[in-house]
């Protein structure tokens, strides 16, 4: 069976849907490029989703450049075993250590994917996802981007043949070097791309202070607190919770809209949630024609309601 390359930058979600989309196509080996000593969550994730095998390249300061330490490790492996596919994060370092590997050895590139078959065919969601499109490279092995939130993660244990990668940072590799880096706090709530639960406000909200009924709402849930681009560029939340085309994709079990109409670009952010419940006093408001559940009201009079109750049931 085909030998299919999965780049896993960091244990996650996203890296458990790589490993499960790419099961099917061939002999799944998991390429880790890590500074020494961090790689034993990536490493275990990869063995929980099937990896036959892991490729484990451990150097000194490469979290000190830009990609491209990494993506010369993954080519040179690419040139190697010449897999059958290569699979990638649609992250903005997944998406830049594609796009050098592509040209470095002429293979075709696809981004943002949510399936791959193995035929090489690839699904892609465009125009905000209003359309879906098939396509396929012409030339070489598919390249491909995994769009987040694509498929559900299903584990299968194995024990993967661990190979260890001699490598070291090329000169060419340190014109582009990180100068410093700034680590996010993390609240108590769950990452917004990982919830199964994200309750969502959107210019309906009407002032940052009122999106604390948002928060209450999700804390009572368990889950994430999103907002619509309306909402953030109003200055109400912060741009980095916008769920949407422009913002962060969700597919959560449980999604609730409050406040928000549902325009095309914040759809595409959060139309393959499980279960969608929207809340908003405008009958008419396309977000309707999406959820599962609507009602038609205020939301300050309707989310207090269901906070109770699922304070109730506690």
């Given at each position: ?49 099937g990896a036959s095998k892991v490729y484990l390249a451990e150097v000194a300061g490469v979290g000190d450049y830009f990609m491209v330490p990494k993506a010369d490790v993954v080519t040179e492996l690419f040139k190697e075993h010449a897999p059958s596919a290569v699979l990638l994060p649609s992250t903005s370092e997944g998406k830049a250590v594609a796009a ?20 090489g065919q690839a699904t892609q969601e465009i125009f905000a996802g209003a359309s879906v499109s098939t396509s396929k490279v012409t030339k070489g092995v598919p390249i491909v981007t995994v769009k987040a939130n694509s ?164």
């Amino acid at each position: 069976m085909a030998e299919v390359f999965v780049y896993v930058d960091s244990a996650g979600k996203l890296a458990a849907e790589m490993l499960t989309m790419a099961r099917p196509l061939g002999e799944v080996s998991a390429v880790i490029v890590s500074e020494p000593g961090d790689s034993a969550e990536a490493v275990a994730q990869a063995a929980e989703y099937g990896a036959s095998k892991v490729y484990l390249a451990e150097v000194a300061g490469v979290g000190d450049y830009f990609m491209v330490p990494k993506a010369d490790v993954v080519t040179e492996l690419f040139k190697e075993h010449a897999p059958s596919a290569v699979l990638l994060p649609s992250t903005s370092e997944g998406k830049a250590v594609a796009a050098y590997l592509a040209v470095s050895t002429g293979n075709g590139l696809l981004t943002d994917v949510s399936a791959l078959d193995a035929e090489g065919q690839a699904t892609q969601e465009i125009f905000a996802g209003a359309s879906v499109s098939t396509s396929k490279v012409t030339k070489g092995v598919p390249i491909v981007t995994v769009k987040a939130n694509s498929l559900a993660a299903e584990p299968s244990s194995s024990t993967p043949e661990q190979v260890a990668v001699e490598a070291s940072i090329s000169e060419s590799a340190k014109k582009v070097a990180v100068v410093e880096k700034v680590e996010e706090p993390k609240g108590d709530r769950p990452d917004l791309t990982e919830a199964g639960v994200v309750v969502s406000g959107g210019r309906g909200v009407g002032s940052a202070e009122q999106f604390k009924l948002i928060e209450d709402v999700a804390d009572a849930l368990g889950g994430a607190v999103g907002a619509s681009r309306a909402a953030t560029d109003a200055g109400y939340y912060p741009h980095k919770f916008q769920v949407g085309q422009t913002g962060t994709t969700v597919s959560p079990q449980l999604y609730v809209a409050a406040g928000i109409s549902g325009a095309i670009q914040h759809r595409a952010g959060m139309q393959t949630s499980r279960t969608i419940v929207a809340v908003n006093k405008d009958a008419d408001a396309p977000i309707f024609s999406l959820a599962d559940y609507g009602v038609v009201g205020d939301l300050f009079k309707v989310l207090p309601q269901l906070l109770e109750n699922v304070e109730a049931r506690k």
